[in-house]
Each structure stands twice: as structure tokens, then as C-alpha cells.
């Protein structure tokens, strides 16, 4: 397991084991997340391995910006569309459609994909320099503790960790599905909080 410094050079570095289909560890908006190339079947089929995740738990994606959105998902309903103006960047995972490029074993042969834009400066620049959306689940083994730091990282198969120092505890990402109003986990951004998001688009249109 190496550790890089955040820079472009260290970021390069991780975006390129990316690409050969290695684990990176890296800091999100919560806490460190595993990433891989959520298009390479191999890498993801190797990132549940090493978590020792259950194949019916899915895993979500980051994207650095509505373009990496489009290519991962079919459609963009108008009720993620509000949900994406007014929290993403952020600690909000919207279901979507997947699109028939993305591997079922990453949805838990589900039909709909979890995605959120990273608010992470670390986490966007990977995601960009990696050229596509990435894995986002925690840097940890299922059941145990999410990693807040390199030192935290108590897992075998990670090649490369972008170290972004100590993480602040924070709650997780809300994962919250909009077309059917159902919250999937709480999280950083409150239940209320979506709704009022919602309901004010409704009056805006009524």
C-alpha cells in the first residue's frame, strides 16, 4: 500500500492504478472511500472481495460533474434534477436509472445506481483525472469502522492512498431516491430538507 500526497502528481498516480484496474483509497466529504473504474466488472468484482460485501449490497459512484452523471445513469428525471441544484455538490446520493454500460454487480442486481457530484476537492480531481465516474463505498471492511485517516486503513488490496490527513466525523451521505420520495439511508442532508426542496418546486409549478 503506497501513500501520495494530494497533488497532481499523487492524484495522477492513483488515477492510473485506476486504470489497470487496482483499489485506490482516498478522502470523500465523510470519510476515506475505495475507488475503482465502476466499468471494468474485474476491479469491482475485486472491491467486494476485499470489503467482504455482501453481492446483494450495492455500491455507489462519485462523479465530479453532470457530464460523468450522464454516461453512468439512463435518465435524469425532473425531480433529480431539482435534488442536483440544490445539493450537489454534496453529501447526496440521488438514485437513477442505470445505464445498460454499468455491470449489475455493482447495483446489486438492482436496476437504479446511486450517484452523488463530490463536494471533496481530493475526490473531484480524481474523479477527473481518472476520466470517469469512481467507486465510493468506505474504506473499510464490511461491519467494521470507516477509515477518518491513512492510519485507519486496516484492509489487505489497496495499491495506492491519496492521504488527505485527519477527516472530522461527519454522517455519511444521504441516499435518497426521488422519484419515489423514499429515503434510503439518513444522512448528512435531513429528510425535511429534501422535501421542503421538493414541495418548492411543486409550488413554483402549480
Known sequence: MKIVPPTEAGIGEAAGAIRAGLVVAYPTETVYGLAVNPFAEEAVLRLFAIKARDAANPILLIVANEEQLREVVKTVSPPA?????????????????KSSRMSSVLTGGHDKIGVRQTSCNIAHDLCLAAGHALTSTSANRTGLPPA?????LDIEGIAIVIDGGVLEPSPPSTVFDPDTGKVLRQGAIPEKTLREALDGRM????
Open 81 to 97: 434534477l431539482v435534488c442536483m441544484r440544490a445539493f450537489w455538490p454534496g453529501p447526496l446520493s440521488l438514485l437513477f436509472e
Open 148 to 152: 477518518l485517516s491513512p492510519a485507519d
Open 203 to 206: 409550488k413554483a409549478e402549480g
